[in-house]
């Protein structure tokens, strides 16, 4: 996906040894990983976490960027939280700050637009583009940068999603959200301070975003079952590995303790890194991201705040596990197809057409589904497929899935919504989203399997959606 990075010099990945916080013995294992996996990246040069890792900003820039003048972007949030501070340290160490500042309210949009006006503020030649900000900065810096040809610096402020080390930047074009290919940040500088300091709802995104990877790799396990998207051996285990590691100490999160905060912000910078790797974003993006894309798609508010990705996130994920655990209870082996079932292009035109009022939107829906769609003798071979595979497919998916109950007492826990009414979406809105999901993606998912079979009005009726 990317030219191997002309500069040579060495990488490395370091908890620095004075750090204040004290790693658990799990969070050893979880830094080791990294120190091993991002060497791996064609692009990322060095990932360094400290308890004031803001210290070392100067020394890390003049390291892997040389002294040039640099340029922070930040929000008015992300300026108080950590931009600031940056700005004292550079300037203390003797860097030229500009700054570029968005304002709060309203937050920007997270479109290309934005991004590519922002690249040319970044074009002229020595200057160094550091972002210090969460998720909606990130991509559009991660954009801007790449589209001006530069490397750049990334300061996230909260653990709030697993964009930081991605090589994808989500923006929408034209309404229509999608991953863009770009390079991800030469340096990631993470001070736990600063995510400490961050509102405890922000790091229950970023537990949100990671719980997501539960049915995310379900679905790439169906994908694999079918023969349509093989499992791969080094981007799975760095995502799926961890998970649990990393989900494991909810309270933690909602009471911002920093070895809480390390491990998930490492488990979100290693999915990160499978994204690039795999050079997709199927290791960590099923229908529980299809469902959150949705919602950002529409620009869902509640009270008067644009729901953020994590939250739509944690609702997706607990929607498709709700159907996980629906769909393990059919005998799919035994599943009788009825042909009356059977929609035809025209069809799912017709219902895209009903679901996506944006005439753009439906149209790159239309070009999405069109990938995956199958003629009436293919969806019957796929059936006798997935009915051979079922047994087999079954006992993996149970393998891999948590039980429902304990992933929505996890985000709970970790103060991450649990029901679709936290976040202002009704069981129609819910239902319609999740009828909806699967168009605007060519992945395959669990809402491909139940459409395909014809399962699908029976499962939204069925299952226990989190209302
Ligand atoms: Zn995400």
Known sequence: MHSPHPNQEKKSVNQADHTHNECKPSNKDLVQLLAEFVPKSQIIREVFIDSSALKNLPEKLLHHFGQSKVILIADENTWSAGGLAAQNELQKAGYVVEKLLFPANPQPRPTIETARTLSDELRSDNLIPVVVGTGVL????????????????????????????SAGSVLSDQGFKITHNCAPPKLILIDLDILGAAPSAMSSWGYGDLAGKVPAGGDWIIADSLGLENIDKIAWPLVQGNLRLCLENPEGIRKGEPESL??????????????????SSRPASGADHQIAHIWEMEHHQFNGQLVSHGACVSIGCLSTMALYEWLLQQPLERFAYNKSNYKTMEDKETEIQCLFREPEIARRALVETKKK????????????????????LKSRLQNHLLPTTKLKYLLEAANAP??????????????????????????????????????????????????
């Open 138 to 165: 990130n991509d559009l810096v991660k954009f801007a940068a790449f589209k001006a040809g530069k490397s750049y610096c990334c300061v996230p402020t909260a653990a709030s999603m697993d964009g930081y080390a």
């Open 262 to 279: 390390q491990s998930l912000i490492i488990g979100l910078l290693l999915t990160g890194l499978a994204m690039e790797f795999f050079g």
């Open 373 to 392: 769609h199958l003629e009436s003798g293919q969806i019957e071979e796929r059936i006798d497929q997935l009915k051979n595979v079922w047994p087999k």
């Open 418 to 467: 649990i029901r679709a009414y936290q976040i202002g979406i009704s069981e129609e809105h819910l239902k319609k989203t999740i009828r909806a999901a699967r168009f605007i993606r060519s992945r395959y998912t669990i809402l491909d399997l139940l459409d395909q079979t014809g399962l699908m009005d029976k499962a939204l009726s069925e299952a226990q959606l989190p209302l």
